[in-house]
């Protein structure tokens, strides 16, 4: 099974993969395909919960899916997405919430969307022993005072982002996600740090690379530019749907073979 150490250990050295699940048959296929590291994204609001963003996603709906890919996984580090307001109002609420994470859904990991708020926080999980992967640059869960655009284009947001980021490395966490910040501000941070950088459009010279599982497998209506489509999994699942369809309506299913038939029953009517 991999661990936080085993991750950490891979700062420098070998690439990182990290991919989004939010049930267990996912997980399923990306802990056999050797995936490190499943996120337990608050993107699920998004893609599976039918959410405009990721705010209306509830502490509930994390641990439910958590369980569920902690349960289909068996290798792969398990990391829980902390939803918008479950961390940061108050320090007790926000370690019960993560801490619930840990000791009833199985997750090995919490994932904040960190910032100067979440810095004490994040070393005081850690001492807890509730390790903590920390999210700098485009955070969504502040879409309505940044939207979704490339964070850290200017110098004072750049050095902004490298001094949190080491202040989020000594309070301890084990790994930083970058998301949609230039490759050469994503590069820099990632040499100034002994923790691996995880890189979602923030280009190639982080250690690792998240993207969110329906971008990968074709699923989603629209991609952002930066994620890549590995398959077209909407396309066949519209073409499987259509044909079960049609042939329920053309009586071409059930046939014989999907029937099973008790003789001694042909005459109660």
Avoid: W
Avoid at 95 to 123: F, Q, Y
Avoid at 241 to 256: I, L, M, Q
């Amino acid at each position: 099974m991999t661990s936080v150490r085993d991750v950490r250990e891979k700062a420098g050295t070998t690439p990182i993969t990290m991919l989004t699940a939010y049930d267990a048959t996912t997980a399923g296929v990306a802990n056999e395909a050797g995936i490190d590291v499943l996120l337990v994204g608050d993107s699920m609001g998004n893609t599976d919960l039918g959410y405009d963003s990721t705010l209306p996603v509830t502490v509930d709906e994390v641990a439910s899916r958590t369980a569920a890919v902690s349960r289909g996984a068996d290798d792969a580090l398990v990391v829980a997405d902390m939803p918008f307001l479950s961390v940061g109002v108050d320090e007790a609420t926000s370690i019960e919430n993560c801490g619930r994470m840990v000791k009833e859904a199985g997750a090995d990991a919490v994932k904040l969307e960190s910032g100067s708020h979440t810095v004490e926080l994040t070393e005081r999980l850690v001492q807890l022993g509730i390790p903590v992967m920390a999210h700098l640059g485009l955070t969504p869960q502040r879409v309505k005072e940044t939207g979704y655009t490339q964070q850290g284009t200017t110098r004072d947001e750049g050095h902004e982002i490298l001094d949190l980021a080491r202040k989020h490395e000594e309070a301890g966490a084990f790994a930083l996600v970058l998301e949609h910040i230039p490759a050469n501000l994503a590069a820099q941070v990632t040499d100034a740090l002994s923790i691996p950088t995880i890189g979602i459009g923030a280009g190639s010279d982080c250690d690792g690379q998240v993207l969110v599982v329906d971008d990968v497998l074709g699923l989603s209506s629209y991609s952002p530019p930066f994620s890549k489509q590995y398959g077209n999994v909407r396309e066949q699942m519209l073409d499987a749907v259509s044909a079960y369809r049609e042939d329920v309506e053309s009586g071409g299913f059930p046939a014989d073979e999907h029937s099973h038939v008790v003789d001694e029953l042909d005459d109660l009517y």
